[in-house]
């Protein structure tokens, strides 16, 4: 089993749209594939469908939820919490949802380090369950990021590969050393960095042969991190299947669907597959 | 001088979209406005103009940003780190820019006590520049919200009404009190809750019919807080004002605009229009 965390510090890169797209064209492949939610924002619990619920009252999250597994001190507990996507990818794939009271929970967490590596040893109780884990992490230096950071073995960096984006990384890096530090500790290897992965690139002909070559020329320059052959481009399709809703008596109901599912034919779904083929080579897969 | 901050810990509620066409409004109708952006993802920066650059070394923001009016002990800074918004609205706004650097500089900014109240010294030696000072928050609890909202008077809750958004209430309602205890104790009145401004509304009749209606009551029953009658609904034009770009040479630069400088004859322009009214109506303007 190999665990993936999808992380950048700078917010809107698209680190949701590349979790749960890698993770459902894995699984599309024939990898069994664990999906794992931490940031409270919630972004890849709703984008896989497990939100369909408009009331409070109906929020089935609350009870099972990412927050229970770093929480619990049973070792055996994520077959509990995980659930299956619903109509999202086909197989469908396997979630540990995150929710809102993370917030909360915060500073509670945050009194004992056994909670930060709770994540670390029950993946291991499930080794044999899941080819690959795919994590999606909040964009800032929290706990749940540090919980994230121990638990993974990889790393994929979505940058936009705009100034801000690359104005973060180093205090990705620095957090990176500081996560590395404790990692060893824990007889871990460093994490490791799969690379920058270009991400919400304009398809403007002008942009791709003037602005990208010198964005990642810049990016190139300043810091010493590979960046992947595979591009995300910004296409319309990648939020039309995150929105899509069904209609059931007077509600609509979030339906969300995987851009495989949704337009498997679309460029969007061929650069999740390319995306997918470079990360399984990456991996010795 | 009144300070309204804008704050929510669900995040993707429409904060930023809040402040910056509020802000706009405001100004349009001749108040002196300063927009204040807290946040390290520097939406309302991008959003109002002043990230016009596409490469790292044309980023003219870092070395004068709100950061820097918290680290400087000169109580005059003010007007030295304030910029007129370019193209964004007529007339212009004042803008205090976040940065991403904010991210690396909050370990620092935790260490003394007195960056957390340098804003509210600081707003008091601009009472007589300004009308109105509107601050965009970070949806987190970090060090720069408590700076916000030990700066503010007036706090507007942006919220979808959806489930995550109130079950995060308790939490933003806990972290206010807080607030308050030390506001007291620099001799503040507490923070003056405007009320939940229902925002993202789907413009969908069944949902307005339907859903709209037993969400707002799900939030009555369950939070003791008022909720604002201005509604912003979702509209494709408030994304559209922010993604406008101009082309100059090989290069395609941002150029967003307020939605009352875009499509002032819009129904988002009026629900603006309609809350900057009631805005007013409540600071008793």
Redesign the interface.
Same mark, same amino acid.
């Not at 510090?9 to 809107?12: C, D, I, R, T």
């Not at 619920?53 to 929020?59: A, I, K, N, P």
């Not at 705009?162 to 973060?168: C, E, R, V």
């Given at each position: 089993m190999k665990t993936i965390a999808i992380y950048h %510090?700078? &917010? &809107?890169v698209g680190k949701t749209t590349i979790a749960i797209n890698l993770a459902a064209s894995l699984q599309k492949q024939g990898h069994k594939i664990l999906l794992i939610d931490l940031d409270s $924002? *919630? %972004?890849s619990t709703f984008a896989t469908g497990l939100?369909k619920?408009?009331?409070?009252? +109906? +929020?089935d999250l609350?009870d099972r939820n990412v927050s229970h597994v770093i929480e619990s001190g049973d070792y055996d507990f994520i077959p509990d919490v995980v659930r299956k996507t619903d109509g999202f990818n086909h197989p469908e794939i396997d979630v540990i949802p995150s929710? @809102? #009271?993370l @917030? $909360?929970k /915060?500073s509670k967490l945050n009194q004992v380090a056994s909670y930060k590596t709770r994540l670390v040893t029950k993946l291991k109780r499930v080794e044999e369950d899941y080819d690959i884990v795919i994590i999606d992490t909040p964009?800032?230096? +929290?706990i749940y990021t540090e919980i994230a950071l121990y638990a993974a073995d990889y790393l994929i960096i979505p940058s936009d590969l705009? !100034?801000? *984006? #690359?104005? &973060?990384l !180093?205090?990705v890096l620095?957090f990176i050393s500081q996560i590395d530090e404790f990692r060893a500790l824990i007889g871990k290897n460093n994490l490791e960095i799969l690379g920058i992965l270009p991400s919400k690139i304009?398809t #403007?002909s002008?942009?791709l %042969?003037?602005?990208f070559p010198? /964005?990642k020329e810049?990016l190139l320059n300043?810091h010493n991190l590979p960046i992947m052959n595979s591009i995300i481009f910004e296409r319309t399709v990648l939020s039309q299947c995150t929105n899509q809703t069904i209609?059931m008596g +007077?509600?609509?109901i979030p339906d969300p669907k995987s851009v495989l599912e949704f337009a498997p034919d679309s460029p969007a779904a061929m650069e999740f597959v390319q995306l997918t083929e470079e990360v399984l080579e990456k991996l010795g897969k």
């Open positions: %510090n700078k &917010g &809107g $924002q *919630a %972004n939100m619920f408009l009331f409070v009252e +109906d +929020d609350r929710h @809102i #009271n @917030i $909360q /915060q964009p800032s230096r +929290d705009k !100034p801000f *984006a #690359n104005q &973060g !180093p205090t620095e304009s #403007n002008k942009f %042969n003037y602005v010198k /964005q810049s300043s209609t +007077d509600l609509e």
